[in-house]
């Protein structure tokens, strides 16, 4: 028993002795792993490790940055505290240090210029996006249409790649400090901050939430019978361009503008008002008259007021989860609002192959501003023309050419200008601006000629005899259209 006491004790003064003079087992000085080094050996060991020094960064999106200790100015500026915890580590028996590792810090060792650090982090590719490095921003969850499911559901935040600087260049700092050799700034558990991040996640109960507002915007359809088995429909493919989406402010809202956009094009599509119609003139040539305001025209301030009343009714929570479960038609017909185009102005027919078809080809009135001339047809026929003075040559006189209809008739009445006030009769009116047939008591008939309305024409009128006034009172009706041309 003897003798093994005293090889044990031979044993421990052995170890005593060899690391008198040495770093005990398991020291480190940052990650410089001096370990039985002697104190000058661990100095060299660390100055090496200081001149040598290169970090490098692994970033997100397959990004990388590599710094030396050159480009940051890095340099041995504590030695004396090397050699305080040199003389620590020495006070006490290195029998006593086993089994317990010694690490020095190395950041108040080591000199670095901070300004230098910031600026290669603010000169990076990982910041400029140069030399291929795609930067990409954050984006929040939010809620978006899906084509396959057919209603809003909720797409997942992105990460994106956009540092904080700031943040970055000090955990770039406390890497040096350590002497590391590598950065994984990918792991968010240990660089959280780095990164600038979306403001909302996909399992927030808030954009769950939203979600459901979206979809009770979102699914709805509104159907107008056009007639003749012609229907339109607002969708929710087309609704999903008319819901804002509010990630900043957690808020869900129809886009008012938008819903607008979108029925001003349907109101457009069945717009006849205006358009080029051929038309066979007295004398029987074929013309193209545009511009007027005979045909039809859908009441799209009232068709406004309409479907916003129905996209902001709430659905049935019971309608809108059968549907989710099932997009089936019979499904889709509970959030159907139907409903039938409001006109502010209608044409004799509808035709919705050729649109200037919309005109009562049998019945009709025509001026001839060259010939000065009004052509009545009734039935196809031409039943009665005669002479006429339309308006004098000026801009602010002149017989406007177009398409138009009889919009009222009266035995009798008194036309007013800015310098005028005449009464007069057999009032037939074409336009809402104040023209129309009409008799005219002027003294200058006898002079009448295809020309003289330039320089003695009417307001705009269209200025007849009294007997003619009558006839074209008595053959024409409220809606017949009116062919007004050169």
């Known amino acids: 028993g003897g003798v093994i006491v005293v090889a044990v004790a031979a044993a421990a003064a052995g170890v005593h002795i060899h690391y008198s003079g040495r770093w005990y087992p398991g020291s480190k000085i940052g990650q410089v792993d001096v370990s039985g080094m002697t104190y000058e050996e661990s100095v060299k060991e660390i100055q090496k490790k200081v001149d040598s020094y290169q970090l490098k960064i692994k970033a997100r999106n397959h990004g990388n940055m590599t710094l030396t200790g050159k480009d940051i100015g890095l340099h041995l500026s504590g030695e004396n505290m090397i050699k305080e915890a040199y003389n620590d580590q020495h006070n006490s028996s290195v029998l006593v240090s086993f089994g317990n590792k010694t690490n020095t810090k190395t950041g108040n060792l080591i000199s670095y210029s901070t300004k230098n650090v910031k600026n290669l982090v603010k000169t990076s590719d990982l910041v400029t996006g140069k030399n291929g490095y795609q930067l990409i921003q954050p984006e929040d969850a939010t809620i978006v249409y899906s084509a396959k499911k057919k209603y809003g559901v909720i797409k997942e935040e992105v990460e994106g790649n956009i540092l904080n600087q700031d943040a970055f260049a000090k955990a770039i700092g406390t890497a040096v400090e350590k002497l590391s050799s590598t950065m994984d700034v990918t792991d968010a558990k240990n660089y959280s901050d780095v990164y600038k991040q979306p403001g909302l996640r996909k399992d927030q109960d808030s954009l769950k939430k939203m979600q459901e507002t979206y979809n009770q915007y979102l699914l709805h359809w509104i159907e107008w ?35 607008e956009k979108w029925l001003e094009k349907f109101c457009l599509k069945y717009k006849t008002q205006g358009i080029a119609r051929t038309f066979k003139t007295h004398s029987g040539k074929k013309i193209k008259v545009s511009g007027g305001d005979y045909g039809w025209r859908i009441d799209y301030d009232k068709v406004i007021k309409q479907v916003m009343k129905a996209l902001k009714t709430t659905p049935q929570a019971s309608a809108i989860e059968a549907y989710e479960k099932n997009p089936s038609a019979d499904k889709q017909k509970a959030l159907t609002t139907f409903l039938k185009p409001v006109y502010s102005h209608k044409g004799y027919r509808m035709d919705f192959a050729k649109k200037q078809n919309d005109w009562d080809t049998q019945n009709y009135s025509e001026v001839d501003l060259s010939a000065q001339e009004v052509f009545i047809y009734k039935k196809g026929k031409l039943v009665f023309s005669c002479t006429c003075i339309t308006g004098k040559a000026t801009p602010d006189r002149i017989t406007r050419t177009g398409v138009y209809d009889i919009k009222e008739k009266k035995l009798t ?19 809402w601006t104040g023209t129309g047939y009409h008799y005219s008591s002027r003294g200058d008939w006898n002079r009448w000629s295809p020309t003289y309305y330039k320089a003695n024409g009417s307001h705009g009128c269209v200025n007849l005899t009294l007997s003619n006034a009558a006839s074209v009172y008595r053959l024409t009706k409220i809606g017949d259209p009116v062919f007004i041309h050169y």
């Open 225 to 259: 019978d056009m007639g003749k088995n012609v229907k339109e429909t607002m969708s929710p493919e087309d609704l999903q361009a008319c819901i804002k989406v509010d990630t900043k402010n957690l808020k869900v809202s129809l886009d008012k503008k938008a819903v």
């Open 413 to 431: 009445k008194t036309l007013t200008g800015a310098d005028y006030s005449v009464p007069t009769k057999y009032w037939t009116r074409i336009m």
